[in-house]
């Protein structure tokens, strides 16, 4: 039992000290409330890891239900410095022999030599875009753009710099050399629909300043064509196509070619299946298990060496939880050559941990429509959906809004509320035992003053007496 010590006072009382002393014994719940708070919160903390180790789990498995989680496929090129691939999922094997006899080329021109730094005469350039395989030039459908030249004022270097900020769809360049200045043009984009004419109109024609000397409408321009727009041509298993643009999309579904370089020979394409990224989703499932059984081992346990116990250790929340995990890894797919994990390699040995057993593995990835069932079949009976579909759904009931892992949180939530009032009580009740203790001694100082005051006046009565009688 706790008691009151006093050193002593000439006044009396230490007063003080021993309200001090009353008011520590009043706050004394604190501490055990307290620690019960931050074993609280220490879970609550750990539950919100939990949570999210649980949501990658089912992420995991969703992925592994994706229609093409087992049709990952990779092409390769037999001359990749002349000829890129690639390939989307879910494109069945198959091989091509590709040659390329010409790349696309965007069309180029050089315009006549003027005096560096001159200013040009007054006059319009209009930049059309269009075709010129016929040996004339048919527009397109995009609209002619306009460049005003000033008299005087506007040297190459301005028009190029109009031409770059008007989206002409083509970009102007000055070359300098010993002869002057020349504008040199280039088209934005590859391929024959993406050629260019500039037409001039020259308020001040034969002043030597004449834009029509950056006219380029055919053979015989002042503007020579250093390039024409050209298509790619190739040809795959044979069959010649051609191409705008060196990037050939669509013309075999599911790949895409890079022209990089004309061919003496044909390249080979083949379309395999990719045995790594699909074994890499299947990692990344048994790697977030592993995530979320290393945490609820780790926590649960009780260490007999050092004595110490997890945070979690002799909570029934999360020893069911590890159960009930490592039971829905057994889960069963009827309806295909694999039905557990199991079948495919995927084990969970002693320890608790899952491997992989890659033999096993492997030889399973020969069937990809086979694991597809195992992990992405679909059906109105929930027992009969694929693993994936399953994991995701099971993971979700854990933690949303009425699952274990919500409500044992909202659980732990309420405990940290209803103890943080329990101490507020504490600290009011210790506050008001306070006054009251104070107010209680200091009455009682005050009557041992009127008493010590009493006794002197008598002694002092006591004491005249006695001379007075002597």
């Given at each position: 039992?706790?008691?009151?010590?006093?050193?002593?006072?000439?006044?009396?009382?230490?007063?003080?000290e021993m309200?001090?002393?009353?008011?520590?014994?009043?706050?004394?719940?604190?501490?055990?409330?307290?620690?019960?708070?931050?074993?609280?919160?220490?879970?609550?903390?750990?539950?919100?890891?939990?949570?999210?180790?649980?949501?990658?789990?089912?992420?995991?498995?969703?992925?592994?239900?994706?229609?093409?989680?087992?049709?990952?496929?990779?092409?390769?090129?037999?001359?990749?410095?002349?000829?890129?691939?690639?390939?989307a999922a879910?494109?069945?094997?198959?091989?091509?022999?590709?040659?390329?006899?010409?790349?696309?080329?965007?069309?180029?021109?050089?315009?006549?030599?003027v005096?560096?730094?001159?200013?040009?005469?007054?006059?319009?350039?209009?930049?059309?875009?269009?075709?010129?395989?016929?040996?004339?030039?048919?527009?397109?459908s995009?609209?002619?753009?306009e460049?005003?030249v000033?008299e005087?004022?506007?040297?190459?270097?301005?028009?190029?710099?109009?031409i770059?900020?008007s989206?002409?769809?083509v970009t102007?360049?000055?070359?300098?050399?010993?002869?002057?200045?020349r504008?040199?043009?280039?088209?934005?984009?590859?391929?024959?629909?993406?050629?260019f004419?500039?037409?001039?109109?020259?308020?001040?024609?034969?002043?030597?300043?004449?834009?029509?000397?950056?006219?380029y409408?055919?053979?015989?321009?002042?503007?020579?064509?250093?390039?024409?727009?050209?298509?790619?041509?190739?040809?795959?298993?044979?069959v010649?196509?051609?191409?705008?643009?060196?990037?050939v999309?669509?013309?075999?579904?599911?790949?895409?070619?890079?022209?990089k370089?004309?061919?003496?020979?044909?390249?080979?394409?083949?379309?395999?299946?990719?045995?790594?990224?699909?074994?890499k989703?299947?990692?990344?499932?048994?790697?977030?298990?592993n995530?979320?059984?290393?945490?609820?081992?780790t926590?649960?346990?009780?260490d007999?060496?050092?004595k110490?116990?997890g945070?979690?250790?002799?909570?029934?929340?999360?020893?069911?939880l590890?159960?009930?995990?490592?039971?829905?890894?057994r889960?069963?797919?009827?309806?295909?050559?694999?039905?557990?994990?199991?079948?495919?390699?995927?084990?969970?040995?002693?320890?608790?941990?899952?491997?992989?057993n890659?033999?096993?593995?492997?030889?399973a990835l020969?069937?990809?429509?086979?694991?597809?069932?195992?992990?992405?079949?679909?059906?109105d009976?929930?027992?009969?959906?694929?693993?994936?579909?399953?994991?995701?759904?099971?993971?979700?009931?854990?933690?949303?809004?009425?699952?274990?892992?919500?409500?044992?949180?909202?659980?732990?939530?309420?405990?940290?509320?209803?103890?943080?009032?329990?101490?507020?009580?504490?600290?009011?009740r210790?506050?008001?035992?306070?006054?009251r203790?104070?107010?209680?001694?200091?009455?009682?100082?005050?009557?041992?003053?009127?008493?010590n005051?009493?006794?002197?006046?008598?002694?002092?009565?006591?004491t005249?007496?006695n001379?007075?009688?002597?």
């Open positions: 039992m706790a008691t009151i010590t006093s050193p002593g006072m000439a006044s009396g009382l230490p007063i003080k309200v001090a002393q009353l008011v520590a014994l009043e706050r004394a719940p604190l501490t055990g409330l307290q620690t019960q708070v931050n074993k609280a919160q220490s879970k609550l903390s750990i539950y919100g890891t939990i949570s999210s180790l649980v949501t990658t789990l089912g992420d995991a498995g969703a992925k592994l239900a994706e229609a093409n989680a087992f049709k990952a496929v990779k092409a390769t090129s037999s001359l990749p410095e002349s000829l890129g691939v690639t390939v879910g494109t069945a094997p198959t091989g091509f022999s590709l040659e390329v006899q010409r790349l696309a080329q965007a069309q180029n021109t050089s315009s006549a030599a005096t560096a730094g001159s200013g040009m005469g007054a006059g319009t350039l209009t930049i059309t875009l269009g075709n010129w395989g016929s040996g004339s030039f048919v527009a397109g995009e609209t002619p753009v460049i005003t000033e005087g004022k506007d040297t190459l270097a301005d028009i190029a710099k109009q770059n900020e989206d002409a769809g102007a360049t000055v070359l300098k050399d010993a002869n002057g200045e504008l040199l043009l280039r088209s934005k984009a590859t391929g024959a629909e993406m050629g004419q500039v037409e001039a109109t020259d308020a001040d024609a034969g002043d030597g300043k004449d834009l029509g000397r950056l006219a409408t055919g053979a015989g321009s002042p503007t020579s064509l250093t390039q024409a727009g050209l298509n790619a041509q190739l040809t795959i298993n044979g010649a196509i051609e191409s705008a643009t060196n990037t999309k669509d013309s075999v579904d599911g790949l895409t070619f890079e022209l370089k004309v061919t003496t020979g044909p390249v080979e394409v083949t379309v395999s299946n990719d045995k790594d990224a699909m074994k989703t299947v990692q990344g499932f048994v790697d977030a298990y995530a979320v059984m290393d945490l609820l081992a926590t649960t346990k009780y007999p060496e050092t110490v116990a945070s979690l250790q002799g909570d029934s929340t999360a020893t069911g590890r159960n009930a995990i490592r039971s829905m890894m889960s069963s797919t009827p309806g295909g050559e694999f039905t557990q994990l199991l079948d495919i390699g995927i084990e969970i040995k002693s320890d608790g941990k899952m491997s992989i890659s033999t096993k593995l492997d030889a020969d069937k990809p429509a086979e694991l597809g069932k195992l992990f992405g079949a679909t059906s009976d929930p027992t009969k959906r694929g693993f994936g579909l399953k994991l995701d759904a099971f993971a979700d009931g854990l933690v949303e809004s009425g699952g274990t892992i919500s409500n044992r949180t909202e659980s732990l939530n309420a405990s940290i509320k209803r103890t943080n009032k329990e101490m507020d009580k504490v600290v009011d210790a506050a008001r035992a306070e006054t203790y104070l107010a209680y001694y200091n009455a009682m100082d005050a009557n041992v003053a009127r008493l005051s009493l006794n002197a006046y008598i002694t002092q009565q006591i005249m007496w001379r007075n009688t002597g």
